[in-house]
């Protein structure tokens, strides 16, 4: 029978005995003396400690993520639809949310550290909106929104409803029960997005130079039969003056010329799997201090070549609002 490691060592699954100690480092004696402990009295009283010590602290642990919310996605708004069977109301350019009933959720299913008083009187069924500051602020709520614990900046956000996930109703009938939340809440912290209906392509492309010029993003529609489902479709649609996306960075192309030492380009992959790079936009920090590979990036660009590469792709930001 092999003999029974000390303090330093454990067992091989083969036997074997295998060094898990730091060279030059001895294992704190966790038992004091007085206690009579050793050998395997002492590795238990350790795990004992151990076992205490995780008990304690999981209450105060980082948001952990959740199940990954089932989105209703918007497709691109082409010319020559019927408008009268849709609600149009501003994009906000914000960080996108689910309320489940308990907690704010990100795209990616980790759950935002919302400090409660921002959450206090949220009605129990989900929504679905956008964490939001204001227009042309995306980088600074994205920032307080990512932060691991709760804080004051929180102060400043406010969670723009736009949809009922949970309704069961067509969006005409989710309006009305949007709209009736004004009402039943009383936080402060909790908004709801107004939906309007307009005439003609005409109004609509005044709206939305209008909303350009104010310094927002675009519009979205939203047809008044449908039902919430998650994924993309022509039930709901955003109308921008460019056509913008995500892609993945997988890599990165020296620079020449000015940029010598710095990024070139970033190579990036789109979720459909179409690889190209995007050069234009970088900032000189940004070429020095590039997006981390696989960090999630926003581009836009002038419509796509036979193959389906964007033209004339052009970076706008990191979309970086997971919680870490």
Known sequence: MPPLPNDQTTLSRGGDHVDQSLPGLSPPNLTPDWLGLSGSGRRLQNCLVAVILLIILVPFSVPQAGTIPELMLADIYRQGLD??????????DGVRARWDGTHLISRGGHVFAAPEWFTTGFPAMPLDGELWMGRGRYEEVSSIVRTQHPHDGWR?????TFDLPAHGG???????????????SASPYLGIIEQQRVESE??????????????????MLHRDTALYASGRSQDLLKLKLFTDAEATVIGYRPGKGQFAGLIGSLKVRTDNGIIFF?????????????PPLHSRVSFRHQGLTENGIPRFP??????????R
């Open 202 to 219: 005409e109004d609509l492309l005044k709206w939305l130079n209008r909303v350009i010029d104010e310094g927002g993003e675009g519009l």
């Open 170 to 184: 067509t969006f005409a009938q989710r309006v009305i029960a949007m709209n009736g939340l004004k009402t039943e």
């Open 83 to 92: 408008l009268t069977h849709y609600r149009v109301s501003e994009k906000l």
């Open 314 to 323: 052009v970076f706008l930001r990191i979309r970086d609002e997971e919680p």
């Open 278 to 290: 995007i050069g234009s936009g970088l900032s000189h920090e940004q070429r020095r201090r590039p």
């Open 156 to 160: 400043h956000v406010r969670f723009m």
